[in-house]
């Protein structure tokens, strides 16, 4: 399999290549450095895997959905470190295939690499677990489209979409729109039921499809509630 490590950290990008050029059924073609060098390199050399921190500086998520739009072949793994929830829920929807962590194990990354490469899809333990504990069912992230327009959402519904997807608790968006906890819960299985979804991270995929909210606005924040 053809490989590509794309990380702006050169310790990081060099560990992973020795790490990884130990193993014969993995052609490290190339380390890419930023954005604009990965995509010069996945158009140059054809890779069947990138290995990718899209959360490392001169990076973002947007690089993979661009790469894919012109080399559907190619698939990524992301590498990161601690994220939350909603930022692995968003990799997956912007295209990351496998998702892994740094601190994982050797042969845990190179499992990654090889599932990926075979058509799979891998999860290391820690992520499977913060998967878990937010209710996110991989399977079903790329199936899940929203018709905007077989939904009634009133202006109140849409703040409080709009705060949930930029990662405020019940508490602090009653403090915001001055209203009790308790209403805002209300408005939350509201919306919940009108959108026929069961968790926060599809409430938070609805304000990206509905463009209520960038991605790049919350696709970092430490926690969601």
Request: hydrophobic share 45%; net charge negative.
């Amino acid at each position: 399999m053809k490989l590509i490590i794309a990380d702006s950290n050169l310790l990081i990008r060099a560990g992973l290549n020795a790490v990884l050029s130990h193993y014969s059924d993995i052609e490290i073609l190339g380390e890419a450095s930023s954005d604009g060098q990965l995509r010069e390199m996945v158009k140059g050399f054809h890779p069947d895997v990138v290995l990718i921190d899209f959360a490392a500086q001169n990076f973002s998520i947007d690089v993979v959905p661009a790469i894919q739009k012109h080399n559907k072949h190619v698939r990524f793994v992301a590498i990161t470190g601690e994220q939350s929830g909603i930022t692995i829920v968003n990799a997956l929807r912007a295209g990351i295939v496998s998702y892994i962590k740094k601190d994982c194990d050797v042969h845990e990354i190179v499992d990654s690499v090889r599932e990926t490469a075979a058509g799979g899809r891998f999860f290391c333990g820690q992520i499977l677990n913060t998967i878990r504990k937010e209710s996110i069912d991989v399977n079903d992230l790329e199936l899940t489209e929203f018709n905007c327009e077989a939904v009634s959402i009133t202006e109140r519904e849409l703040e409080i979409i709009t705060l949930i997807a930029e990662g405020y608790t019940n508490v602090e968006i009653a403090e915001k729109l001055f209203l009790s906890p308790h209403t805002v819960n209300t408005h939350r299985k509201n919306i919940l039921q009108k959108l026929g979804v069961n968790n926060t991270a599809a409430i938070v995929m609805y304000a990206v499809k509905t463009q209520l909210v960038s991605p790049n606005k919350f696709l970092f924040s430490p926690s969601l509630s």
